[in-house]
């Protein structure tokens, strides 16, 4: 049963097992991504490095980008030996190198191979294979269109669209194509009218969780991409809201779980910078906050870390420390899980 409320986005040299630790931190019931792995890295390179998570990470997706069915299926077989819970396509991703390996975006051009693709994918595997795509190309996108792809994609077995609501521009920038495009998330809303019997998670743009449960009103998830990464803590209402978790976190008590996982990392040879880039933003917006930016960024040790906890310790104390748990089971309102993905 996949339940997809809320996810958080693939990103390039965000996403490594050291985000994702942290977000876990955050949020244990939000679903994690890697970043885009290429099938021919999984097939040929370090499987150990590219793929390997720790337990915690679950409920995990790999999402992986190419253009060959066979290459896909055996990426995809390896990735379910390796654990994850899901693997995901990537239909979505503008990027000149994308469009140089004939992957990403450029493969809606090509439906007929997605759908090859996807079957290849869908035998090769157990669990879910699923997209994240976008609404078309090169700002010609229709709503017709956008249904025709998810129908072509539905009879190759996918019963999860995660939508960008956004075409994708091909002579873009990739940050462009962010910014650019405009959003219509009303389509994605569109979509699961017109297909009840998939499921859709909506993406682009979101910045806050109020924005996230407006969404799950109307399609069945939510992802956040770089909201996440700009602030960890945008997640940290969404045990207790979304997941009906009676737990609350704090900044301090995570920066205090990231501490003993680095020393941890620090002892199998990773360097203190892999961890403490993404722990930069932990006290955005908080007293203090930039102190502890400039320390870790200036140190870039486990020393630098310490001294950087002892300071924010006597800045802020135990607020907003996890409140002790309710019965079991309890729940707030929350809106129920979505459709298995297979």
């Given at each position: 049963?996949?339940?997809?409320r ?97 992957y ?39 709503y ?6 998810v ?37 994605v ?13 909506t ?99 486990l ?7 002892r300071?924010?310790e ?14 079991r ?14």
């Open positions: 049963m996949l339940d997809l809320l996810s958080v986005a693939p990103m390039v040299d965000r996403t490594d097992r050291h985000f994702r630790f942290l977000v876990r931190q955050v949020s244990l019931g939000v679903r994690l991504y890697t970043e885009m792995t290429v099938d021919q890295a999984v097939l040929r390179g370090n499987r150990e490095r590219l793929l390997a998570f720790r337990p915690e990470e679950h409920p995990i997706a790999l999402q992986l980008a190419g253009s060959d069915p066979k290459s896909l299926a055996e990426a995809a077989r390896i990735g379910e030996a390796f654990g994850y819970d899901e693997i995901n396509l990537n239909l979505g991703c503008p990027s000149e190198k994308a469009q140089e390996g004939g990403g975006a450029c493969l809606l051009l090509d439906l007929a191979r997605v759908r090859e693709i996807l079957k290849a994918m869908g035998e090769a595997v157990r669990v879910p294979v699923t997209v994240k795509m976008r609404l078309g190309l090169e700002g010609k996108e229709t017709r269109g956008l249904a025709q792809s129908e072509a994609m539905a009879e190759a077995g996918v019963k999860v669209f995660v939508v960008h609501a956004r075409s994708a521009l091909l002579a873009l920038s990739t940050k462009a194509n962010r910014e650019i495009p405009p959003l219509r998330h009303d389509w809303h569109r979509l699961k009218g017109d297909f009840p019997q998939l499921t859709f998670v993406n682009g743009g979101i910045r806050s969780l109020e924005e996230a449960l407006f969404h799950l009103k109307r399609v069945d998830g939510v992802m956040l991409g770089r909201a996440v990464y700009e602030d960890p803590f945008v997640l940290e209402e969404a045990d207790r809201r979304v997941f009906g978790l009676p737990r609350r976190p704090s900044r301090l008590e995570v920066a205090r779980r990231m501490r003993a996982y680095l020393e941890e990392e620090v002892l199998k040879g990773t360097p203190p910078w892999a961890v403490l880039r993404h722990m930069l933003n932990l006290f955005r917006g908080r007293p203090k906050g930039r102190l502890w930016r400039r320390l870790l960024s200036e140190g870039r040790s020393q630098a870390l310490d001294r950087a906890l300071l924010m006597e800045e802020v104390g135990e607020e907003g420390e996890k409140e002790k748990p309710g019965p089971g309890q729940r707030e309102a929350a809106p129920g899980p979505a459709r298995e993905g297979v």
